[in-house]
Nanobody, 124 residues
Framework: QVQVVESGGDLVQAGGSLRLSCTASGLTFDNYAMGWFRQAPGKEREGVSCITRSGSSVTYADSVKERFTISRDNAKNTVYLQMNSLKPEDTAMYYC?????????????????WGQGTQVTVSS
């Protein structure tokens, strides 16, 4: 049974930092591209960042470029999202997703497994 579990969400002040983690089990982790998505109240879920199976290629939404960094440790079946210079508009539920393909996709339907999410709240 595949499980995807996010952690690291918290309440933080604007300008602060958080590191989200996502650990997947029940699958061959390095066969999957891994993505981070977020959904704010009343808004659609949007892609934040993605990393290919080997970590050789990463993508970011324009809104988080130069503030967020995605990385992965295939030995630990874990992907990370380092978030710096957080803004109130980063407040959202953050979801991790696994795609059984090398390449990333901005489309949620292209991902095979999802976690339950971790809440990030940035106060002004």
């Amino acid at each position: 049974q595949v499980q995807v579990v996010e952690s690291g969400g918290d309440l933080v002040q604007a300008g602060g930092s958080l590191r989200l983690s996502c650990t997947a089990s029940g699958l061959t982790f390095d066969n999957y591209a891994m993505g981070w998505f977020r959904q704010a109240p009343g808004k659609e879920r949007e892609g934040v960042s993605c990393i290919t199976r080997s970590g050789s290629s990463v993508t970011y939404a324009d809104s988080v470029k130069e503030r967020f960094t995605i990385s992965r440790d295939n030995a630990k079946n874990t992907v990370y999202l380092q978030m710096n210079s957080l803004k109130p508009e980063d407040t959202a539920m953050y979801y991790c997703a696994a795609r059984a393909w090398n390449w990333c996709s901005p489309r949620m339907n292209d991902y095979d497994y999802w976690g339950q999410g971790t809440q990030v709240t940035v106060s002004s």
